[in-house]
């Protein structure tokens, strides 16, 4: 009967989990609708949407080496697309420098440092519960830098000394998110989905 409840509330956290997720994947909405508007990135960085590419496309992998993981599969699969698109639009109206900024970005992280993982654990690891615990951390430790990605503005914010760039909402939603996952992650005992809120309560 425990087992049972048990998975009906890991079920019930994954669930708000995703949904939170989803909508911390579309706070910088307004945003990229602003940057729309004025055709002009307006000094908005790129790397919190590099880095959040990059963090779906590696969680995702973790997902699929787990198996069993379908919520994971679902939510960073949707994450992908949309933060495809904020780099979209964000390519389209940022000035010469910025583009080549963000392509390095993407080809660094989603070439170069994604195949790097991709190939190191599939050829050197053979055992599939040790890439899967080499994959797990390695996915803690950039899910805390999509978190801490955002603070990257914390120049442009104290410049300007305006919070439009740096929303309390998104930061709000962080939080909530990160405290879904680690329960849903504590209940299906799953070490690197936790983690996510432990380091970040110590940031």
């Known amino acids: 009967m425990a087992f049972n409840h048990a998975d009906q509330l890991s079920f019930v956290f994954g669930l708000l989990g995703t949904i939170v997720s989803f909508l911390v994947f579309l706070a910088p909405l307004p945003t990229f609708y602003r940057i729309y508007k004025k055709k002009s ?12 590419l990059f963090s779906a496309t590696l969680t ?15 939510i960073n699969s949707i994450g992908f697309a949309i933060e495809s698109i904020y780099l979209v639009v964000y390519m389209i109206y940022a000035p010469r420098r910025a ?43 950039f899910s805390v830098c999509v978190y801490a990605a955002p603070l990257s503005v914390m120049k442009l ?21 990160a405290i879904m996952w680690f329960f849903y992650g504590l209940l299906i005992k799953d070490f690197f989905v936790a983690v996510k809120f432990v380091i970040l309560s110590k940031l």
Do not use: Q
Request: contains cysteine; aromatic residues 14%; positive net charge.
């Open 41 to 52: 990135t307006e000094g908005f960085d790129s790397l919190p949407y590099s880095v959040a």
């Open 60 to 74: 995702f992998y973790y997902a699929f080496l787990k198996t069993s993981a379908l919520m994971l599969i679902i």
């Open 99 to 141: 583009k080549i900024y963000t392509a390095k970005l993407l080809i660094l992280f989603n070439i170069g440092f994604l195949g790097l993982i991709i190939l190191s654990t599939s050829l050197i690891i053979r055992e599939s519960h040790l890439r899967l615990t080499a994959v797990g951390w390695i996915c803690a430790i």
């Open 157 to 177: 914010v104290i410049t300007t000394k305006s919070v439009e760039f740096m929303p309390l909402s998104l930061s709000f939603s962080l939080t909530i998110c």
